[in-house]
């Protein structure tokens, strides 16, 4: 069961979680990849057995839970901060006024059943694509499994709003952006509008990094 109010944490239900995750506060700012960067469009590889568990990819989450509060974001994958790696992190609210935070490696997303399979509009953008908002059809539920930084089997679901972000996260670690299901059409529009508030977004995540350095 849902509650409005409640926190979800890699799936488990949690009493409370600060407003800024301490992943963030911990983590060092990265700069986050752009649309047309060589890391964006290809496959990340997967995390190996040797790298769990180990100091170097605590530091990655947490870098990425960083980047991500910075950029005002819901989901950040590895390689929108330039990293080749099967790894996403989130801190997302859902319809139901549910936060969910996390992070997961070597993700994949189950195969829904075509019953199960209902497509819904929603609007969606992107932090590599910094701007616009684009409306795009995703299935409303989705369920990804995986594994902690410590190698433990994680399963994680989503309805609505976080489950798209999960599918839009998943996306990213096998090279894709949202604007390449997108008509020709809203594709060219997405990255014109990006075009156009690149900057102000830009500034937006300098004041914000400076905010974060501030709380530490």
């Known amino acids: 069961m849902r509650v409005r109010g409640q926190v979800r944490v890699r799936g488990e239900v949690v009493s409370g979680y600060p407003e800024v995750p301490p992943e963030a506060l911990r983590g060092e700012v990265r700069r986050i990849t752009v649309v047309g960067e060589d890391v964006l469009h290809r496959r990340c590889r997967d995390v190996t057995e040797d790298e ?56 994949v997303l189950d195969d829904l059943p075509p019953g199960a399979r209902r497509l819904v509009e929603g609007t969606e953008g992107c932090l590599s694509v910094p701007g616009p908002y684009m409306e795009l059809a995703r299935p409303d539920t989705a369920v990804v499994r995986g594994r902690d930084l410590d190698g433990r089997p994680l399963v994680v679901e989503g309805r609505g709003y ?12 096998g090279g894709g952006l949202y604007i390449d299901r997108l008509a020709a059409r809203g594709r060219r529009a997405a990255l014109r509008r990006m075009e156009e508030r690149k900057a102000e977004v830009f500034a937006e995540r300098a004041a914000r990094a400076e905010e974060l350095a501030a709380l530490r």
Do not use: K
């Open 162 to 173: 976080f489950a798209r972000c999960l599918q839009h996260e998943s996306d990213h670690l």
């Open 52 to 107: 769990f568990g180990t100091p170097e990819l605590a530091r990655l989450i947490d870098d990425m839970f960083a980047a991500m509060w910075v950029a005002a974001g819901v989901g950040l994958a590895a390689n929108q901060i330039g990293v080749d790696l099967q790894a996403f992190v989130w801190d997302c609210h859902d319809e139901d006024g549910v936060r969910h935070v996390g992070h997961i490696l070597n993700p």
